[in-house]
C-alpha cells in the first residue's frame, strides 16, 4: 500500500485517481472544448485540490485505522473462586461502637482458589476484609484482595470497598506487580448457583503446612464462594 491508501473497493487512490485526471484533461484538449488556457488551469487547480483534500482525508483515515489495530484488545475471561479455608481466624477482632449497635470486624482472611480459562487469572488469592455492619447503619466492606498467579513471580493486587448489601454482586480491579506490571484485570464476582467444585484438600493441606500464617481448611463438600469474570487489559 502507497501513501495514500486505499479506497473502500481496494482500489489504490494514486494509481487510479491521477491517471484518470490527466486522461479527462487530454480528451477535453483535443476535444476543443476549452480553448481558454486561464480557464484550464482553473479547472486543473481545482480538481488538483479535490484530488488533495481526498488524499488528505485517506491518510487520516488511515491513521485512524493504524491506531485502533495498535491498541490493545481486551481479553475476557470467566470461572470461579471457591473458598479453601480460614487464614488465622483466632486473629479476627470484633468492637461495637456507639448506642447504635454498630459493630467493627477487623482481620477476617480468606483463602480462595480462583480457577479461570485465562492462566493469569488462575491461582491463590488471599482476602483480607472488614466489615462495618449492620446494612441499616451503612455497613460495608473494606480491605486487600492478593492473587498470586500460578504462572510467573508476581501478584494481582485489588483494595476493595463495596457495601454490605452489594456483598453478592462486587466489582473492583486487579493491579498487576512483578511480572504482571502493567497489567489491570477488571473482575465481577457473583453468586454461583452451580454448585462450586470442591478445594483439592491434599493441595490445600500442603499450601497450609508451607505457609508462615494458620489456616483452618474447609470441611470436605461442595465448595462455596463466587462466580468470577472480567476482562484483561495490558
Known amino acids: 500500500m ?21 486522461s479527462a484533461l487530454s480528451l477535453l484538449l483535443l476535444l476543443g472544448i476549452n480553448n481558454n488556457r486561464e480557464n484550464d488551469m482553473k479547472s486543473i487547480h481545482k480538481f488538483g485540490k479535490s484530488v488533495s483534500i481526498i488524499s ?9 485505522m493504524s491506531a485502533m489495530a495498535d491498541k490493545p484488545q481486551p481479553h475476557y475471561y ?73 504462572l510467573g513471580a508476581g501478584e494481582l493486587v485489588d483494595e476493595f470497598k463495596f457495601p454490605v448489601k452489594q456483598a453478592d454482586s462486587i466489582r473492583g480491579t486487579y493491579i498487576g506487580t512483578g511480572d504482571f506490571e502493567g497489567i489491570a484485570v477488571d473482575y465481577a464476582l457473583g453468586p454461583f448457583t ?25 470441611p470436605p463438600g461442595p465448595g462455596i464462594g463466587y462466580y468470577i469474570s472480567g476482562v484483561i487489559l495490558d
Not at 4 to 12: I, Q, R
Not at 56 to 64: D, G, H, Q
Not at 113 to 118: K, L, W
Open 56 to 64: 488528505a482525508a485517506t491518510l487520516v483515515s488511515m491513521a485512524s
Open 78 to 150: 470467566s470461572g470461579t473462586a471457591t473458598l479453601c479455608a480460614l487464614v488465622n481466624p483466632s486473629n479476627v477482632t470484633a468492637e461495637t461502637k456507639g448506642n447504635n449497635g454498630v459493630t467493627y470486624t477487623y482481620n477476617q482472611v480468606l483463602l480462595f482458589r480462583i480457577v479461570t480459562d485465562s492462566p493469569l487469572v488462575t491461582g491463590w488469592e488471599v482476602l483480607t476484609s472488614n466489615t462495618k455492619s449492620p446494612e441499616g447503619r451503612g455497613g460495608y466492606n473494606w480491605g486487600e484482595a492478593v492473587l498470586t498467579p500460578d
Open 194 to 218: 452451580g454448585g462450586l467444585p470442591a478445594c483439592d484438600a491434599e493441595e490445600v493441606a500442603a499450601l497450609c503446612e508451607n505457609a508462615t500464617y494458620v489456616c483452618a481448611p474447609m
Open 2 to 22: 502507497d501513501a495514500l491508501g486505499e479506497d473502500a473497493n481496494g482500489s489504490v487512490l494514486v494509481n487510479y485517481a491521477i491517471p484518470s485526471f490527466l
